[in-house]
């Protein structure tokens, strides 16, 4: 069981708001006197419902630029009140809550391919609201402003949405394949919903996530969907000498990812042909190596091809051999991992 909730590909830890914080509305920006500078660079505002952040940076010539690394490093301080841990170089990172445990590779390169999918949730409500250049245009300060309660409950409507479209989804019925086929929009929606989660964890929102119904029934479908993924079943077959030899290999490389290799009733085929060319050259034996597959559905439908070359050296011929071989097998593994949910 430990195996199948690995497989499920899109549970991560650190995604969040440095990179996804929108430049705000109604931005002031002014340059005065230093006996007109603003009141809250020094002691930032107070407002009932309203969290702020200040930031400030020097120029070094270049005001424009610092005028975009100040609004940064105000959002960066007002969301290191949100239970944030902030680096030296303003990249943020969420304090992992739970068990954010092991992920194999082929967790690592579905989970990019999905979440580079996944559209850039703003933190709804953050805005920056001031800039001021001080008179000698040596340093850029700058005032974000959230609306707390507005950005919680726009969270929340976006959370439910999101909800709803999952549970009416469901898993599908038919085919193992037929299903995943289903359920692959769904993979996106997840990665959305855990965003929003995390945002709204940062607002101490959490328990009231939690309590509700919908919640929870989508956390039962979430782990449907990673029994789904864990059921899928992989044949290979071997097309010539090379791939032959490189068969077993290829099968523990894919199956230590979190896929199944099975020859028995299997969901998808995969046929390979592999070429490798021993060479010698000053004292150092390279071989090049060249493959080629097809994936298929059972009914030897062809879904998508794959290929690959390589290389690899050494001063002993058996050890170059077997690098070509190691290698070539990683790299097939993650060109099938990137690209298996995407084209089934």
């Not at 899109?10 to 914080?21: H, P």
């Not at 952040?53 to 960066?76: F, K, L, M, P």
């Not at 490189?246 to 995969?270: E, R, V, W, Y």
Request: with cysteine.
């Amino acid at each position: 069981m430990f195996r199948h909730k690995n497989i499920f590909l899109l549970i991560s830890v650190i995604f969040l708001f440095s990179a996804c914080m929108g430049s705000g509305t109604g931005v002031k920006t002014s340059q005065s006197s230093e006996n007109s500078r603003p009141g809250w660079t020094t002691a930032p505002p107070r407002h009932a419902g309203y969290i702020f952040g200040v930031g400030s940076v020097e120029t070094y010539g270049n005001t424009r630029t610092a005028i975009q690394r100040a609004h940064e490093s105000a959002r960066v301080d007002l969301l290191s009140q949100l239970r944030v841990t902030v680096s030296g170089d303003m990249q943020t990172s969420v304090r992992a809550e739970g068990d954010e445990s092991r992920f194999t590779s082929i967790q690592k390169i579905v989970q990019q391919q999905t979440s580079s999918r996944v559209e850039e949730i703003e933190m709804t409500g953050m805005e920056i609201t001031e800039t001021w250049v001080n008179p000698s245009e040596t340093e850029v300060w700058a005032l974000a402003r959230m609306n707390r309660a507005k950005t919680e409950s726009e969270l929340i409507f976006a959370l439910e949405d999101i909800e709803d479209k999952l549970l009416q989804r469901g898993t599908g019925s038919g085919t193992t394949l037929s299903r995943i086929r289903h359920i692959f929009p769904s993979l996106k929606e997840l990665e959305e919903r855990r965003h929003l989660i995390h945002q709204l964890n940062f607002l101490s929102a959490g328990q009231k996530i939690s309590e509700r119904k919908n919640s929870r029934q989508v956390d039962a479908l979430q782990t449907e969907i990673q029994d789904l993924l864990a059921s899928l079943t992989i044949r290979l077959e071997p097309e010539n000498d090379d791939a032959i030899q490189m068969k077993g290999i290829l099968a523990q490389t894919l199956t230590s990812m979190g896929f199944n290799i099975h020859d028995q009733n299997p969901d998808l085929l995969i046929s390979l042909s592999i070429t490798m060319t021993p060479v010698q050259r000053n004292q150092l034996h390279h071989v090049v190596s060249q493959a080629r597959g097809q994936v298929k559905n059972p009914q030897g439908r062809i879904l998508y091809a794959l290929q690959e070359s390589g290389r690899s050296s050494s001063s002993d011929a058996a050890i170059a051999s077997n690098k070509a071989v190691e290698d070539m097998a990683r790299k097939l593994a993650d060109i099938l991992a990137a690209g298996l949910f995407q084209n089934i």
